[in-house]
């Protein structure tokens, strides 16, 4: 009988140990893609972005936006918070962008929420998508 019970707890740890990791998985897949698209938005490379993050059926709105922010320099950026929720598929990073729009030297601050979901995006495959555009540069 104390081998039975001993046998149920391994299993349930060992299940639970799965789940956890598949949760850390998910979210280090998060990171590393949030990562790569802020240093996008750094590096003023928003046209990338544009065809990796979002999902389709924000691309011409996405477009729009950075047609919108074409001699926006991006001098810093700051993470204010990230929250990874892998049961619920979704995330969220505050940052701010320290920017200037050309000619101007005036230093501006713009505070962008990025909501991302976990989302299938063919046959097994799930990924990362943004669903807010990149902010107003104004």
């Known amino acids: ?6 046998l149920l707890v391994s299993i349930l740890a060992l299940a639970g140990g799965c789940e956890t990791m598949e ?9 590393q893609n949030s ?3 802020n240093k996008l938005i750094r590096w003023n490379e928003l ?5 990796v993050f979002p999902p389709e059926q924000l ?11 074409k001699g926006v320099k991006v ?25 200037y729009r050309e000619p101007s030297i005036t ?8 909501k991302w979901k976990y989302e299938l ?10 669903q807010t555009l990149p902010p107003d540069f104004k």
Do not use: H
């Open 121 to 130: 995006v063919g046959v097994g495959d799930r990924r990362w998508l943004l």
């Open 59 to 69: 691309r011409e709105e996405f477009k729009g936006k950075v047609k919108a922010a």
């Open 1 to 6: 009988m104390l081998l039975r019970i001993m």
């Open 35 to 37: 990562k790569s698209y």
């Open 107 to 114: 230093l501006r601050t713009v505070e962008d929420v990025q």
């Open 47 to 51: 046209e990338k972005a544009e065809a």
């Open 75 to 99: 001098a810093d950026f700051r993470i204010k918070s990230l929250e990874c929720l892998p049961q619920q598929g979704e995330a969220t990073v505050v940052i701010d962008i320290d920017y």
């Open 23 to 31: 949760n850390m998985q998910t979210c280090n897949e998060f990171e």
